[in-house]
C-alpha cells in the first residue's frame, strides 16, 4: 500500500511569509507525528496527533508553529512570518496505535527561508 | 533530554560486525531504532519494549538493558548497504509515543 506521503518535496520562501506543509499519512494509522531535521542533526520532536484526542504540541519551539488534522487523516503544519531558523526538513511519520508502534516517516519537506 | 549514542561515526570493511549504543539518563518505555540514508526518509529496523519484548527486521538485532537504561544495535556480516546514519529514539511512556532522538551514528561500510 502506499506510504506517508508529503507535500511539497521543496519549498523556498521569504523570511517573513507564512508556509503550509501537508502530510499525508499511510491508512488506518491512527496517530500522527511532525518531526524537524536540521542540517547534519538528529530529529527534533514537533507535534503529535492520536486518534481524537487533543494534540500534544510540547514540541512546537514557538507560537508561529501550529498543525491540525483534518478528520483523522491529512495533517497540516502551518509556520507563520517565518524566520531563517526555520530552514530544516520537516517529516512526518504515521504509526498504528498498539503495543508496537513502528513510526513510517513521509520523505520530507525541505524547507528553506531566505 | 536527549538519548547519547555512542560511537558518533565508525567505518567497517564489508563483513565486519558493529554494535551501536543509545543511553539514556531516563526510565524509559521503549527504545526505536532507525537508519536514514543521505537525502532519504528514516526507516524503521527495529523497536524494543521495556519487559524484553521487541519486534523488527529479522536481520538486525538489538537489546535492551532496562537497569541501565541502555540499548545496543548489533550489525553483523555488514555490507554496503548497511551505510547510513543511525538514530535511536526513546519513548518514556506507552501512552506519550512521541520519540526523542539521538544525535545519530554515521556507519560507513567500505568495500
Known amino acids: 500500500g502506499a506510504g506517508v506521503s508529503q507535500s511539497p518535496s521543496n519549498k523556498v520562501t521569504e523570511k517573513g511569509k507564512d508556509v503550509e506543509l501537508r502530510c499525508d499519512p499511510i491508512?488506518?494509522?491512527?496517530?500522527l507525528y511532525w518531526y524537524r531535521q536540521s542540517l547534519g542533526q538528529g530529529l527534533e520532536f514537533l507535534i503529535y496527533f492520536q486518534g481524537n484526542s487533543a494534540p500534544d504540541k510540547s514540541g512546537l519551539p514557538s507560537d508561529r508553529f501550529s498543525a491540525e488534522r483534518t478528520g483523522g487523516s491529512v495533517s497540516t503544519l502551518t509556520i507563520q512570518r517565518t524566520q531563517q531558523e526555520d530552514s530544516a526538513v520537516y517529516l512526518c511519520?504515521?504509526?498504528?496505535?498498539?503495543?508496537?508502534?513502528?513510526?513510517?516517516f513521509g520523505p520530507g519537506t525541505r524547507l528553506t527561508v531566505t | 533530554q536527549q538519548p547519547v549514542q555512542s560511537p558518533q561515526a565508525v567505518i567497517l570493511r564489508e563483513g565486519e560486525d558493529a554494535v551501536i549504543n543509545c543511553s539514556s539518563s531516563?526510565?524509559?518505555?521503549?527504545v526505536h531504532w532507525y537508519r536514514q540514508k543521505h537525502g532519504e526518509a528514516p526507516v524503521f529496523l527495529m523497536i524494543l519494549l521495556k519487559g524484553g519484548e521487541q519486534k523488527g527486521h529479522e536481520k538486525i538485532s538489538a537489546s535492551f538493558n532496562e537497569k541501565k537504561q541502555q540499548s545496543s544495535l548489533y550489525l553483523t556480516a555488514s555490507q554496503l548497504s548497511y551505510s547510513g546514519t543511525y538514530f535511536c529514539?526513546?519513548?518514556?511512556?506507552?501512552?506519550?509515543?512521541?520519540?526523542?532522538f539521538g544525535s545519530g551514528t554515521q556507519l560507513t561500510v567500505l568495500p
Open positions: 529514539g526513546t519513548a518514556v511512556s506507552g501512552s506519550a509515543r512521541q520519540l526523542t
Open positions: 531516563k526510565a524509559l518505555y521503549s
Open positions: 491508512s488506518g494509522h491512527t496517530a
Open positions: 511519520a504515521s504509526s498504528l496505535i498498539g503495543q508496537y508502534y513502528e513510526q513510517y
